[in-house]
């Protein structure tokens, strides 16, 4: 759990800075190193810190569930009893005249913000959380746009907001409605700046609710009820038919429809950082009975010819991100029913106009300015690629899969990486420039200057193996940590940062079509896996388990290994793991670690590893990782843990169970050192500290135990399926 002192002092540094900070910002101004601040976020979920990345960088924005009582006379809640338009710098009544409270640190209050850990906020900092959060500081929601025929006359000049009152609870089914979602178009700014919420409030709150949206709709996609925290009072809610009194009216103002979304106490990591009160099974009864408005009108249009399918289609489009390689190339035999979608371009533009996503004009010259790391933005059209915006509305780039996943298909979106040096200048990597003239050495000003660097192919494979992860490579004479989530390369040596991006090759439609003329469609499996692998069984994502025949060479030998400690134990069987995108990074591995290794073989050993049965499939699918599988204790390090008999691994697996599951791993141990208790990385084996060790060892003579501290050197080779034999009853 986190300390609440420190996240009431997060949320009260946010607070103080409009809500809403870059990560790296927030880390400085609190003065938590990045593991702390990043453990403190995770810890605690997005039902209080809501981090968010765009293509500016990482946000954090203050999220709370503390609400303001609707009602002038209360009997006792666990809401905030405050005066709206004080909160707001709009009563010109004072606390003696005014019907509520004033003081945000009355008794009462102060138990409130004590329970949601807020003691700590003034009042313009719980002025900027309150209105980020609590849809009561809302202007009026305007009830002739939301029914079932959206026919407000006033239009434009409604004075109240044209957005889906479902959106702003958090409740809205339809991922792409027919209703706008947008709370930054010109007349949602302009109503909500006429109620006293600025552009950067609205912003946050835009972030938020578009949260929750996503999350519900995840929710209902997987066939779940998306409220599932503990039950929450509903003490707010008039009785039905009840007449709300009009000395009570300011304060519904804006909530007509809200009533129904107060927020109860929240569990830990809940779906939405706004979560409703009411009982799963209040909710669950709401989804099914309420025939929402957006549903009603579709229907009636269904009715009309074969506008379903259309609808269907279109529905289809919102949701998918990725265009149908099979289509752009020729053909695909699917039509209609394909999960993907269908465009005459591997690249589609669009931008959302609240309502449905629409293509932008000058598609392929959008493509090329966006393909140019060096353009950020293209002014004449309003299009920012940093937060993919244009004017106020999102804006999407759909395509087809990346070149690396399906390395033999052609039109595929071939990624580019550069890193920005110096001199402001994107380099590609992988490509090379001339060194620095001071005495031909590659200086701290010119790094990355090197042949050596890993080629865009090489970073893109490790990029989609782990979109969060780091990796660590060598270029001339210095050593660089790339962390694809921060999107930055650092030098391990002066610890200086470069700007990295990722950017796609550009294709005109007139390449398109010379492609289509001159490339014949090509199915041959990707011969950068093993030649003995089944071909049949490459996924591009995930992994294959192909079962080995007990005739096989390369069953028997897993089995001798097996046997040489495990004599009592059947093989019930053998799986191979076939995962191509980890097998390329354990291949790229071994290459770098050969290179620094000046040329000579790596060490590389087959080792067992026994786990729970829960563990198998997360690494089969991700590959070994001690901080999420676990580790088989830590003497010689904290890392995973690899042994040469199996009967030692034998000792981690589930015992309970008859039938037990052992890896044998394909490791990279390279040189090893006697390991300790307190690594965790390899020791240095240099006097310039710039070499390391490749893992640690019980006994660096004779080693039986190996702990490796990067999953990369590692390759989840084998599984064995196993059982005792049964002993045999001898009778005398």
Not at 64 to 77: L, N
Not at 129 to 137: G, H, R, S, T
Not at 278 to 293: C, L, M, N, W, Y
Not at 524 to 532: E, F, G, K, R, T
Request: hydrophobic share 30%; proline share 4%; net charge positive.
């Amino acid at each position: 759990m986190s300390d609440p002192s420190v996240c009431s002092f997060l949320t009260k540094t946010l607070c103080a800075h409009g809500g809403r900070l870059a990560l790296r910002d927030l880390q400085q101004l609190v003065g938590l190193s990045a593991q702390q601040l990043e453990e403190t976020l995770s810890a605690v979920g997005p039902q209080r810190f809501l981090v968010q990345r765009d293509g500016s960088g990482v946000w954090v924005l203050a999220v709370s569930a503390v609400r303001v009582c609707v009602r002038k006379d209360c009997g006792g809640c666990e809401r905030l009893h405050l005066c709206k338009l004080h909160l707001m710098d709009k009563c010109n009544l004072g606390p003696r005249s005014c019907k509520y409270p004033h003081n945000i640190v009355s008794a009462e209050n102060k138990k409130v913000l004590k329970t949601h850990e807020l003691s700590s906020l003034d009042e313009n900092e719980l002025r900027v959380l309150l209105l980020q959060n609590d849809p009561f500081f809302l202007p009026d929601i305007c009830q002739l746009y939301n029914r079932k025929d959206s026919n407000c006359s006033q239009q434009n000049n409604c004075y109240k907001l044209h957005i889906c009152r479902h959106f702003l609870q958090g409740e809205c089914k339809f991922f792409v409605c027919k209703r706008s979602h947008n709370l930054l178009d010109t007349n949602s700014l302009k109503v909500l700046e006429t109620g006293g919420i600025d552009v950067k409030i609205a912003s946050n709150m835009q972030t938020i609710c578009n949260y929750k949206h996503m999350e519900f709709n995840k929710e209902l996609k997987k066939g779940k009820s998306p409220r599932s925290h503990a039950p929450g009072k509903r003490q707010h809610q008039p009785p039905t038919g009840t007449r709300v009194k009009d000395e009570d009216r300011c304060h519904y103002t804006g909530v007509v429809s809200y009533l129904s979304g107060q927020l109860g106490t929240t569990q830990p990591h809940t779906l939405s950082p706004l979560t409703t009160g009411g009982s799963g099974e209040e909710i669950k009864k709401k989804a099914t009975t309420r025939k929402p408005e957006c549903q009603e009108e579709g229907k009636a249009k269904d009715k009309k010819g074969d506008s379903s399918a259309k609808a269907s289609k279109d529905d289809k489009e919102d949701k998918c991100d990725q265009i149908c390689v099979f289509y752009v190339w020729k053909y695909c035999k699917h039509k209609d029913k394909c999960k993907f979608v269908h465009y005459h371009l591997p690249y589609r533009w669009q931008m959302y106009d609240g309502v449905t996503w629409n293509d932008l004009s000058m598609m392929e010259e959008v493509e090329k300015a966006y393909c140019d790391p060096h353009t950020s933005s293209i002014a004449s059209k309003n299009i920012d690629f940093q937060t993919m915006t244009c004017c106020s509305s999102s804006v999407r780039r759909l395509s087809t899969p990346s070149s690396v996943t399906k390395p033999t298909f052609v039109l595929t979106t071939q990624w580019l990486w550069y890193w920005k040096n110096d001199k402001g200048q994107w380099i590609e990597y992988g490509e090379q420039v001339t060194p620095h003239p001071l005495q031909g050495i590659i200086s701290e000003e010119a790094e990355g200057d090197s042949v050596s660097s890993p080629s865009s192919a090489v970073i893109e494979n490790l990029y989609l193996a782990d979109p969060d992860g780091t990796i660590f490579f060598q270029a001339g004479l210095y050593k660089y940590e790339l962390n694809f989530k921060e999107m930055t390369q650092t030098n391990t040596t002066y610890k200086t940062k470069r700007r990295v991006c990722r950017r796609p090759k550009f294709v005109s439609s007139e390449d398109v079509q010379k492609i289509k003329k001159g490339q014949r469609d090509s199915s041959i499996p990707n011969q950068s896996c093993p030649v003995h692998w089944d071909q049949s069984a490459l996924p591009d994502f995930g992994y294959k388990a192909v079962e080995i025949s007990d005739t096989t060479d390369e069953y028997n030998q897993i089995k001798q290994l097996f046997h040489q400690t495990m004599k009592k134990y059947s093989i019930l069987k053998i799986n191979r793991i076939q995962n191509p995108s980890l097998w390329k990074v354990f291949q790229w591995q071994k290459e770098q670690m050969k290179r620094e290794n000046g040329g000579k073989e790596v060490n590389e050993k087959l080792l067992f590893h026994g786990t729970k049965t829960s563990f198998v499939e997360s690494i089969c699918t991700h590959n070994f990782d001690w901080r999420i599988c676990g580790s088989n204790g830590t003497v010689y390090g904290k890392g995973s843990y690899f042994a040469r008999d199996a009967s030692y691994s034998h000792s981690y697996c589930e015992l309970t169970v008859k039938k037990k599951i052992m890896f044998v791993a394909r490791v990279l141990v390279g040189d090893y050192v006697n390991g300790n208790a307190a690594y965790v990385r390899p020791p240095t084996k240099s006097v310039d500290g710039l070499q390391f060790y490749d893992s640690c060892v019980d006994n660096h003579i004779n080693p039986s135990i190996f702990v490796v501290f990067e999953k990369y050197q590692i390759y989840p080779e084998f599984t064995i399926e196993y059982t005792e034999e049964e002993k045999k009853c001898i009778v005398s």
